[in-house]
């Protein structure tokens, strides 16, 4: 058996002061005179017993309780089979984790600081004549030395938080190192860490001949609620419209999270403020409005109170909010009155109309919409770039002349992954209801009323059921009808109409 601070030892020499007490235990008798003593010599011989059992008893605990509290401060323990050659001198490596992970707290601090005393309290454990090698995430080279105990405690106090993270193996590959060079010296091996899931990690290999131990640390239950992600309603932003911001908040905490504040700036401008309430391991969606944007690139942010876990309190993002949107009209050579209504009525969008021999194709990326009309043949070289326009993201609009080549609409819509007008129905059918809900009326209309008087359907292209498949069939009106199909996936818009 050895002890972990020996000294204390010395105060064993206590143990002769309850021994003192009992011997000297000096009590004065008072002497009270009596006619006849003989049967109190009797009770007196009995009294005598118990009180010498009693004493010695007593003596008994308290030498065993100054025993034990030495034995305490001493800190006994048997040492393992590492150290079976007492004498031995050895050599001992201590990784020390100091990643970003360690800055989490617990209830003795942060993990660095408690990883750090630990180290300090394995050098402690050993002779004063042993070697130690402090190592941490840097991987520096003034750690590729062995240090006496004094020197290793220096070091341990001037370790800082870095932003390298090496896997297990490299640790323990790094401490190897060092240690095969220490050939007659007994050799350990100590990692102190949180020990955070690492996808590459793979089956560590360590040598027989060294004995590793791995200390784990763990954080407190904290509680901590971050942004996990935002987004906007409204996929076109216009001046001074009013927009709706989707905050997405995922609690990692254990408990409830009472109304939690949470604001957003826009340009350094506070434009909305709420307060929630999240589940403990729940996400959930929350939806602040706010209004008053000026034309340009938006920077926003959004700032929640946790504490005291504060550096996922922020989360930045940006949109751009357009002047005028443009938009490019395509046609065979008429202009459709019916177009050039809607987007007369809307300074908000800028129309520009070409004929379909004289598109500029370099410039077609830069309108966000392309609308295609009355056009009975579609182009070979106008349907390839119309492809490559649609699959860079841009949205495009198609109504179908009432001569139209179906089999040259199916060929450029088959490519486009969505559905192609099959033929022509003429066939009178009322517009029984409108989905408001669709991305075509989303927030269209201002005031609805109960019993619209809504148009009839003359004629009509009828749509392939694959393209239904795919997405929702809606019905318009308008001053004449059309069917439309939303392909979202190719944010292709298909409408097919006839007079």
Not at 226 to 235: K, P, T
């Amino acid at each position: 058996m050895y002890f972990l601070y020996p000294a204390f030892l010395f105060a064993l020499l206590s143990l002769a002061i309850p021994v003192v007490i009992h011997l000297f235990n000096f009590r004065k008798y008072k002497k009270v005179y009596f006619s006849n003593v003989q049967f109190l010599k009797e009770v007196q011989e009995r009294q005598a017993s118990r009180r010498n059992l009693k004493e010695r008893l007593i003596l008994a605990a308290r030498l065993l309780t100054l025993l034990f509290l030495i034995l305490a401060f001493a800190r006994p323990y048997i040492p393992g089979a590492q150290n079976a050659n007492a004498g031995k001198q050895q050599v001992i490596s201590v990784f020390v984790d100091n990643s970003y992970s360690m800055e989490t707290l617990n209830r003795e601090g942060s993990l660095l600081d408690e990883a750090k005393r630990r180290a300090k309290e394995i050098a402690s454990a050993y002779n004063i004549n042993d070697r130690f090698q402090l190592l941490t995430q840097d991987f520096e080279g003034k750690h590729q030395r062995l240090l006496s105990r004094d020197e290793f405690n220096d070091a341990v106090d001037a370790v800082k938080v870095s932003s390298q993270s090496r896997s297990l193996q490299q640790v323990i590959s790094r401490q190897e190192n060092l240690l095969q060079n220490q050939p007659g010296a007994a050799r350990s091996v100590f990692i102190i860490s949180d020990f955070q899931k690492n996808r590459n990690d793979k089956p560590v290999k360590v040598d027989s001949n060294i004995t590793v131990n791995l200390v784990q640390l763990k954080a407190g239950n904290l509680p901590n609620v971050a942004v996990d992600s935002v987004w906007l309603l409204s996929a076109v932003h216009r001046p001074g419209e009013s927009e709706k911001l989707v905050v997405r908040l995922h609690n990692y905490a254990t408990e409830k999270e009472e109304k939690i504040p949470l604001k957003i700036l826009i340009n350094g401008e506070q434009k909305a403020l709420g307060s929630f309430s999240i589940n403990a391991r729940q996400v959930q969606n929350d939806t602040l409005s706010f209004s008053g944007l000026k034309p340009g690139w938006q920077s926003g942010e959004i700032k929640l109170q946790d504490n005291p876990v504060t550096f996922d309190n922020q989360f930045y993002f940006s949109f751009n909010v357009k002047q005028q949107m443009p938009v490019l009209l395509i046609d065979g050579g008429a202009p459709n009155p019916y177009l050039k209504a809607v987007f007369a009525s809307d300074a908000f969008f800028a129309a520009s109309r070409v004929t379909d021999g004289n598109v500029d194709y370099t410039a077609l990326n830069s309108y966000p919409i392309v609308i295609i009309s009355d056009i009975k043949t579609i182009a070979t070289g106008l349907a390839q770039q119309l492809r490559t326009y649609v699959t860079k993201g841009g949205t495009l609009v198609v109504f179908p002349s009432a001569d139209a080549d179906l089999a040259n609409y199916k060929s450029f819509l088959l490519a486009l992954n969505t559905g192609y007008p099959e033929k022509l129905i003429t066939q009178d059918v009322k517009v029984a209801s409108l989905n408001r809900q669709s991305p075509v009326f989303k927030n269209v209309f201002e005031s609805f009323p109960q019993n619209p008087d809504l148009p009839s359907v003359k004629k009509y292209y009828q749509l392939s059921k694959s393209g239904a498949k795919q997405e929702s069939l809606m019905k318009l009106a308008t001053g004449e009808a059309f069917w439309g199909v939303l392909e979202r996936k190719r944010k292709c818009l298909c409408m097919c109409r006839a007079p």
